[in-house]
T-cell receptor, first 112, second 110 residues
Framework: DGGITQSPKYLFRKEGQNVTLSCEQNLNHDAMYWYRQDPGQGLRLIYYSQIVNDFQKGDIAEGYSVSREKKESFPLTVTSAQKNPTAFYLC???????????FGPGTRLLVL | AQRVTQPEKLLSVFKGAPVELKCNYSYSGSPELFWYVQYSRQRLQLLLRHISRESIKGFTADLNKGETSFHLKKPFAQEEDSAMYYCALRGLYNFNKFYFGSGTKLNVKP
């Protein structure tokens, strides 16, 4: 999982602003995921992608958007429509349907 | 509905004591279950998966379909076991979806 990088480590968002969180991997994994981690709530799936140029909504996709133009990259945009964006965001990758997931170090998003 | 429940937010034990972190699930098929661990300032990482039937760092977990449980156990806890533990379930209709419990923080006291 050293091959998954997330940037920045901390991100501050102003009211009404869109911000983008980066996730890059060099593991050659097909699947990529975005989770939101809140205290006492575990991990909740925002979006996932099984292949380039394709992605699906997870359980809490409202207020978020993603793209998968390259196998290595799966950026997450937190839009102004997300009213409670303060959280820890985790990116993960997976090799195939039957494999487990590998996690990045995370990005903490704070609202100013 | 597919759901994972970890009833304990915090579990404190003394070093050398047995530890059991509880995980219950709801699932309408043959589940595939995992335990993940997150040590302080480290990434979330896989600890073990039930299909491997393995013991990692002295931890084991047995799937009990009758009780729909997948509790994580270790006979003698060590201080370095202190971490956040998450139980996870792979989706039935979509293998790419994982359902995570809310996590249990294990604190092993000296």
């Amino acid at each position: 999982d050293g091959g998954i990088t997330q940037s920045p480590k901390y991100l501050f968002r102003k009211e009404g602003q869109n911000v983008t969180l980066s996730c890059e991997q060099n593991l050659n994994h097909d699947a990529m995921y975005w989770y939101r981690q809140d205290p006492g709530q575990g991990l909740r799936l925002i979006y996932y992608s099984q292949i380039v140029n394709d992605f699906q909504k997870g359980d809490i996709a409202e207020g978020y958007s993603v793209s998968r133009e390259k196998k290595e990259s799966f950026p997450l945009t937190v839009t102004s429509a997300q009213k409670n964006p303060t959280a820890f965001y985790l990116c993960a990758t997976g090799r195939t349907e039957k494999e487990t997931q590998y996690f990045g170090p995370g990005t903490r998003l704070l609202v100013l | 509905a597919q759901r994972v429940t970890q009833p304990e937010k915090l579990l404190s034990v003394f070093k050398g004591a047995p530890v059991e972190l509880k995980c219950n699930y709801s699932y309408s098929g043959s589940p595939e279950l995992f335990w993940y661990v997150q040590y302080s300032r480290q990434r979330l990482q896989l600890l073990l998966r039930h299909i491997s039937r393995e013991s990692i760092k002295g931890f084991t977990a047995d799937l009990n379909k009758g009780e729909t449980s997948f509790h994580l156990k270790k006979p003698f806890a060590q201080e370095e076991d202190s971490a956040m533990y998450y139980c996870a379930l792979r989706g039935l209709y979509n293998f790419n979806k994982f359902y995570f419990g809310s996590g249990t923080k294990l604190n092993v006291k000296p």
